[in-house]
Nanobody, 114 residues
Framework: QVRLVESGGGLVQPGGSLRLSCEAS????????INWVRQAPGKGLEWVSS??????????TYSDSVKGRFAISRDNANSTLYLQMNSLKPEDTAVYYC?????RGPGTQVTVSS
C-alpha cells in the first residue's frame, strides 16, 4: 500500500527558505515519477514540481511560479523526496503534498508571512 508522509512545513518570513520532506513506502521508489502539488486557501490543487523515475533520467520540472526558487530532489536509498524552497513569497502559502499517481499524503502547511 502506497504511503506518503510530508513534513517540514511552518511559518516563514517572505524571502526565507524551507525544505519539505516526503517519506515514501509501499512501492519501488525509484520506478516512479513523483510530484509536489499545493493547495492555497480557497483554491484548487496546483502542480508545483515533478521528478522523473530513475529509468526515465530522473529529470526535474517546475511550474513557472516556482522555477528558479524551488528545487526538487530524491534520496533513493531512503525513499525520501525533498522540496527545497527559497525566496519564499506570501503567494507560496499553501498545504503542500507529495503525490504518486492519484495518491497524496496528508500534507504539510507552509505559511509565508511577516
Amino acid at each position: 500500500q502506497v504511503r506518503l508522509v510530508e513534513s517540514g512545513g511552518g511559518l516563514v518570513q517572505p524571502g526565507g527558505s524551507l525544505r519539505l520532506s516526503c517519506e515514501a513506502s509501499g512501492f519501488t521508489f525509484t520506478k516512479f515519477r513523483i510530484n509536489w502539488v499545493r493547495q492555497a486557501p480557497g483554491k484548487g490543487l496546483e502542480w508545483v514540481s515533478s521528478i522523473d523515475a530513475i529509468a526515465a533520467g530522473g529529470g526535474a520540472t517546475y511550474s513557472d511560479s516556482v522555477k528558479g526558487r524551488f528545487a526538487i530532489s530524491r534520496d533513493n536509498a531512503n525513499s525520501t523526496l525533498y522540496l527545497q524552497m527559497n525566496s519564499l513569497k506570501p503567494e507560496d502559502t499553501a498545504v503542500y503534498y507529495c503525490e504518486l499517481l492519484d495518491v497524496r499524503g496528508p500534507g504539510t502547511q507552509v505559511t509565508v508571512s511577516s
